[in-house]
């Protein structure tokens, strides 16, 4: 179900600090050097990345952010995950960036999910 809200913009902060979570690949068989899509990052205080990695050898996986929403990317870090293994990240508190995108660097079947709160 859906509904139609009118009311000013400001209203909206009655309702509190947004909040959400995705991701872009859930238990996907992903191609070495595939990148996903774009995730949304911008609007949030607190973000955690959540990677898996459910293959029989270790993966490498890269972050990429766009930090002004204009196509640049830019290299964050990246993150080694064990097989059948599972890492966090927590951005630093106040870390912006308008997009961010996961790149695996070899051939496996992931999960790479956002917490924002």
Known sequence: QSGLYFGKTDDLWQFGKPAGWGGVWWEDEVSAGE?????????????VLHLSNDSDSTVEFALEVDFLGNGKWKRYGSFSVEAQGYQHHAFP??????????????????TAYFTYT
């Open 35 to 47: 990148t996903s899509d774009p995730y949304l990052m911008t609007g949030f205080d607190q973000k």
């Open 93 to 110: 508190p106040g870390y912006s960036a308008h997009w961010a995108r996961i790149r695996s660097e070899q051939k496996c079947v992931a």
